[in-house]
């Protein structure tokens, strides 16, 4: 059985930083792309961002581009999501997500999703 379990969110104020995890079992982590997605409230999923299987390629969506850095330790089965910068519109729930490819950049390519922490940031 394929686990994806997030940790890590909860409430901050804007500027600050937080950073998610997400620890992976019942695949070959190793194998995998894996990428973070969020969903806020009346809004559609998006990708923020996503890894190659051996951390040589990365995507972010362009809202997060500067502020967010994605990062695994495959010694770990471990994904990190080091956001900093935080703005109340990145308020959302956060989802960890596996992909049998190398660098996937869309969200409907993703085989497991885990499920999500909450990140609020205030003003």
């Known amino acids: 059985q394929v686990q994806l379990v997030e940790s890590g969110g909860g409430l901050v104020q804007a500027g600050g930083s937080l950073r998610l995890s997400c620890a992976a079992s019942?695949?070959?982590?190793?194998?995998?792309?894996m990428g973070w997605s969020r969903q806020a409230p009346g809004t559609e999923r998006e990708l923020v961002a996503s890894?190659?299987?051996?951390?040589?390629?990365?995507y972010y969506t362009d809202s997060v581009k500067g502020r967010f850095t994605i990062s695994r330790d495959n010694a770990k089965n471990t994904v990190y999501l080091q956001m900093n910068s935080l703005k109340p519109e990145d308020t959302a729930v956060y989802y960890c997500?596996?992909?049998?490819?190398?660098?996937?950049?869309?969200?409907?390519?993703?085989?497991?999703w885990g499920q999500g922490t909450q990140v609020t940031v205030s003003s």
């Open positions: 997500g596996a992909d049998r490819r190398s660098l996937t950049t869309t969200l409907s390519a993703y085989d497991y």
């Open positions: 019942g695949l070959a982590f190793s194998r995998y792309s």
């Open positions: 890894i190659s299987w051996n951390g040589g390629g990365t």
